[in-house]
């Protein structure tokens, strides 16, 4: 399994442009969600998915969309880029919880951002 | 709302020395608890877990207890390496998301 991938690794773009990160995972886990990471902020989570089809907003979605047109597969598309969008950029994905339990969270290696 | 309060870095020791990094989340109910950890330029990775109140999560030579009367996970090791230098997160899950400490950067010298 190659787990959680994103592209690109890096990005630079001018404000106002636009751009989608990719997101895919092949352990077949319904959850996936997006995440900006900034200095001092920690992990603040943008959008979620809990299933094809069905995506919801998180603490800072403010800027971005998101599709879930697959299982594997959940991008994020920067409408027009902003200077304050510049970050790092996490995909992760898990199984759904079952009653009393959790799964772990898996990462992908990030996209780091930015905008001029 | 659910919230995750942790320590505040940077943490700096010398190898061997004792670790504890506190940690506290504010919640509906009684969630489960991760700590994950970050490399240098990686993502981030599970490095414990405790899914219910008194629950010992371990890994690693890393510990953390879920303790329900004080809603504290604080991440323990008796004794640090220069290769446990990284980011800990300290998180809960709420609902359907997991929700984020800001991190408590940590450097072990030798």
């Known amino acids: 399994n190659a787990g959680v991938t994103q592209t690109p690794k890096f990005q630079v773009l001018k404000t106002g442009q636009s751009m989608t990160l990719q997101c895919a995972q092949d352990?077949?886990?319904?959850?996936m969600s997006w995440y900006r990471q900034d200095p001092g902020m920690g992990l603040r989570l943008i959008h979620y998915s809990v299933g094809a089809g069905i995506t919801d907003q998180g603490e800072v979605p403010n800027g971005y969309n998101v599709s879930r047109s697959t299982t594997e597969d959940f991008p994020l598309r920067l409408l027009s880029a902003a200077p304050s969008q510049t970050s790092v950029y996490f995909c992760?994905?898990?199984?759904?919880?079952?009653?009393?339990?959790?799964?772990?969270?898996?990462f992908g290696p990030g996209t780091r951002l930015t905008v001029t | 709302g659910d919230s995750v309060t942790q320590m505040e870095g940077p943490v700096t020791l010398s190898e061997e020395a004792f670790l504890t990094i506190n940690c506290t989340y504010t919640?509906?109910?009684?969630?489960?608890l991760f700590w994950y950890v970050q490399y240098p330029g990686e993502g981030l990775q599970l490095l414990l877990k405790a899914t219910k109140a008194d629950d010992k999560g371990s890994n690693k030579g890393f510990e953390a207890t879920y303790r329900k009367e004080t809603t504290s996970f604080h991440l323990e090791k008796g004794s640090v390496q220069v290769s446990d230098s990284a980011v800990y997160f300290c998180a809960g899950q709420a609902g359907t998301a997991l929700i984020f400490g800001k991190g408590t950067t940590l450097s072990v010298s030798s």
């Open positions: 352990m077949n886990h319904e959850y």
């Open positions: 919640a509906t109910g009684y969630p489960s």
């Open positions: 992760a994905s898990r199984q759904k919880p079952t009653s009393g339990g959790s799964y772990e969270q898996y």
